[in-house]
Structures are given as C-alpha cells and as structure tokens.
C-alpha cells in the first residue's frame, strides 16, 4: 500500500521539522520520515531518558520544535529509513525498524536529509579512539559519555569549538584544539563578523569558555599521525605549510578529527534533481531557487542538503521551502521579512566559509603528504598507494579495481579522499539502498510486486 499525503518530509532536523509544522499548521497532510529512533535531527538530537532526567535538555528549543510539529497535526515517523525510490519516479521506499518496507508519495517532497562529516585519512586514523568531532558530540549530547578523558580535537571549521565546550562541560580534559587554518587572527574578512552580532556572541561565548579552561588552539596546525596498540594513545601535529614536519606531540586517549560537512544529496540525485559540483568544496549541490525549489518542480532541498550553513541558515531554509509550496497551494506569497532573514544567514554562512580553508585547498594541502602505506579505505582495507597506482582520472574505475568506498559506508567516510587520490570528480554515484537495507525488506516489496 502506498501512503498518499499533501507533502512528504525526509529528515526530522532542524530544517525538516520547521517545514513540516508550517506545512501543518496550514491545513496541509504532512508526513515526516527520519532514520533515528527519535526526531531531531545531529543539532536537536536528543537525549537518552536517563540523561534527560538527571542532566536535563541540551537543548530545550529541539524539544519545543519537534512538540510543535506533532501538535500541528504533522504524521510523525521515526526510525524509517528512506533507501530508494520505486520505478514510478515518485514513490520513495523505505523500511520501518521492524524492518517492514514503507512506500510513500507525496505532491512535494521536502528533502532535509542533512550532512555527514568530512573525514581525511592519516596515519593511525583506524586505531580506536579516534573518531570525528561528530560522534563525540552525538555521545556527550544523548548519552552524557565522554568519548575519552585526555582529548585533541583536529581538522578545521567552526564546530571544533561547540565540540569542545561541550567536552569541557562532561569534565575531559581537552588537551589542544588543532585547526587547519587562521580563521581567528583579527583581519578585514573577520571584521565582517561585526555585521552578524547574534552569531559573534555564539563564538565570543566558546572562546571565552576554552580561554577560562586554557584549552589552546593551535592554527595552521594538522594531524601528522596518531600512534598506539590498543588505543590511540598520541597524536604528532604538523604545521599546515609544512604538513610532513612533526612539530609536536599530545598524549591522548581520544582524538577527534573532522574537516567540516559534506551535503546529503543521494535522494535528491535519485529523483532527478539537478546539481552541480562545488569548486570549493568538490561537493554536490543541488541546484535551487531561494525556496529550495529543485529543478524538479515537486521537489525541495532544504537544510544542510542544500549546502552547508549551520542550524539557524537550515530551520530559514525548512520555512521558506514551506512559504513556497503554500503559495503554490493557496497563493499566499511568502513573508518579506523571512525572505530578508535566510538573505542575512546566507551572508553569514558564506562569511564564515571564507575564513576557514576550503576541501579544495584541503585536498591540496594534505595529500602529497600521505604515505602510501596510509589506510585510506578502512571498510575494505585499501590502501593509499594502491588508490595512487589507479589514478587514471576516472574515480568509478578505481573503485571497481580497489573496492575503495564500497563498503558499509558507501564512500561517505573515505570518498572526499578516494576521490582526491583517483582523480576525476570528487562525487561518488548515487546508488541504490542509499543506506544498507535488510534483505527481508527487499523479498517483501518483491512479493508485492515493486521494484526498486
């Protein structure tokens, strides 16, 4: 049976939800499918009861958000993965978690289906307790655990600060922060902060905290190699312009290391949306009008699927995404002064993306540097040099020759490097499951008679 509704929502963050609950409040039927077990969203995740009961709402303003789509009459589904779409072109597939396959069709579909974090492999990057600045807040916000008691954060881009306050918050001792660039030397692009004094309190407020706890931040500084046996137990920093020139170590016993976002694009691929390849970041970006409107006209892109912006750029997003298909539905244009706020939240993001290097400058930055016998592909155990000996240009055929980036994780951990070191475009194919799909799910749509 295929579920009909007004408007179908994939993606309960920030951008997803603040469209679903507009769309509602409107009169419209809106259905909201996220993978995790409850809404939220990476921003608004929320936290495990027990938390909630002894530490109280990281975030009380996700809760209010997430109460404010259901009371407006928004379906909500947690724990549905979306995987494909059917061969009609508009049906989008999925799986509840008992594994029972779900189809939906919606007028519009809003895609909110968020970001994953932008890894880069180094030397030890496999060892454990070395992960991404992401899971270790994902750990601190749901589950109040620290991801280790002696911490270096690395890589580059604003969230290594929140990050590390929140660390600060669970008592870890955070031994240094490692980031790749200059963004916090006073100079004529910072000055432009001025501009933004909402989002210059946010940073003045993390700075001041690592200041008070004397967490320093090493600039133009990036991971050399993380060193242990059972653990990674050091980690040997390198100056940006010399990245193959240890210039000191940390003991550790947790290092995380993140270069930024990478938008989710595979669905909006899937249904035909155009997109174009970032120069700066080497991502895909679907192409979009100032609501979100694809160029599929059913389809939006909202939030961090539409180019990386942070929370406040993601919910103006999800709100002018639903002000345009209202106005489609009932002629109500949309509100100037929401027009004028994503404007001023675009000129922030693009602000901030100038002060931190770009993938592209990344790329160039840190690959000649990687040994050969460096791990890049850590699902299928591929290494660096033998991604080197294919780099024909060609990232489809040197996949195919390596197995690099068809593991479990499709390419979302390592692509950005696997690409790099092939050569070529530096976007992986959308394919079929978008995530891992149980088999059981698959015979039952087949025994239904839908293909995928």
Not at 84 to 108: K, N, Q
Not at 338 to 362: I, K, M, N, V
Request: charged fraction near 20%.
């Amino acid at each position: 049976m295929i579920v009909e509704r007004d408007v179908v929502v994939v993606g309960g963050g920030p951008a997803g939800l603040t469209a679903a609950a507009r769309l509602a409040s409107a009169g419209l039927t809106v259905t909201i499918l996220d993978e995790q077990p409850e809404l939220g969203g990476q921003y608004y995740r929320r936290p495990a009861p027990e938390v909630a009961r002894r530490w109280g709402d990281h975030r009380r303003e996700g809760g209010e958000l997430i109460a404010e789509a259901r009371a407006a009459g928004v379906e909500c589904r947690p724990g549905h993965l979306v995987w494909g779409l059917a061969d009609d072109g508009r049906t989008l597939l999925a799986e509840d978690a008992a594994g029972s396959p779900v189809r939906l069709r919606g007028r519009a579909i809003v895609l909110a289906t968020g970001a994953y974090e932008r890894a880069f492999p180094f030397p030890g990057w496999q060892l454990p307790g070395v992960t991404t600045p992401g899971f270790a807040q994902h750990l601190a916000a749901s589950d109040h655990t620290p991801v280790g008691e002696r911490v270096v954060l690395a890589g580059s881009g604003p969230f290594l600060l929140p990050v590390a306050c929140s660390l600060l918050a669970l008592g870890v001792k955070v031994a240094g922060i490692a980031e790749a660039g200059t963004p916090y030397r006073l100079g004529r692009r910072a000055l432009g902060a001025l501009r933004h004094p909402a989002r210059l309190r946010e940073l003045a407020g993390y700075v001041a905290r690592l200041a008070r706890a004397r967490v320093p931040i090493w600039q133009g500084t990036v991971v050399l190699r993380a060193d242990g046996r059972d653990r990674v137990s050091a980690v040997t920093l390198a100056a940006a312009a010399r990245p193959g020139l240890a210039v000191r170590t940390v003991e550790v016993d947790a290092l995380c290391v993140g270069y930024g976002f990478r938008p989710q694009t595979d669905l909006a691929r899937m249904l035909g949306c155009e997109v174009v390849t970032d120069a700066a970041t080497g991502d895909a970006i679907p192409v979009t009008d100032a609501a979100g409107r694809s160029s599929r006209p059913d389809v939006y892109v909202v939030g961090e699927a539409a180019g990386i912006g942070g929370a406040h750029l993601a919910k103006a997003r999800g709100l002018a995404a639903a002000h345009a298909i209202l106005t489609r539905e009932t002629g109500h244009p949309t509100p100037p002064a929401e027009a004028r706020a994503l404007a001023r939240l675009g000129h922030f993001t693009a602000l901030t993306d100038a002060l931190y290097p770009s993938p592209a400058q990344l790329l160039d930055l840190l690959l000649p540097a990687l040994p050969d016998s460096t791990l890049a592909c850590r699902c299928e155990s591929v290494t660096v040099g033998e991604i080197r000996a294919e780099a024909t240009g060609d990232v489809n055929a040197a996949k195919a020759r390596t197995r690099a980036g068809m593991g479990p994780c499709q390419g979302r951990v390592c692509g950005f490097a696997v690409a790099g070191l092939a050569g070529g475009d530096t976007v992986f194919p959308a394919r079929v499951p978008v995530r891992p799909v149980r088999i059981s799910t698959l015979l039952e749509l087949a025994a239904e008679g839908e293909t995928a």
